[in-house]
């Protein structure tokens, strides 16, 4: 069973409740149609914003998340679209989890 955490944009989230991502995850849509229906949501986290520790802050959430249990990430579809860290994070995370680099509406 996958334990899956998503990550947002704190930016974002200051706007945002984060209804595209738990609705794609309850509806098993989006990035997350491959899942089965026991795999659970234990964890939604944003980043820290924008700085210069960015792609630290979230590796430090991420090993918190990783101490909590979660085995897949799903950085959500605003730190895509919006986030200049993305690939950092997407490589950085892929060591140590499941990652995928989206959460909502069409994979790129």
Sequence with gaps: M????I???FEVSQRCSGGGCTRAFHHRT??????DQEDEM???VHCNGCGEESVQQVLN???EMKEAGVTAIHLSTCVRAKCPW????MSELSKDF???GYSH????
Excluded: L
């Design 61 to 63: 959430r991420a090993k």
């Design 7 to 9: 990550i947002n944009c």
């Design 98 to 100: 499941n990652v995928e």
């Design 105 to 108: 509406g069409k994979k790129r």
């Design 42 to 44: 234990i964890s939604f």
């Design 2 to 5: 996958e334990k899956i955490g």
């Design 30 to 35: 989006g990035a997350f149609e491959a899942y």
């Design 86 to 89: 993305y690939d950092q994070f």
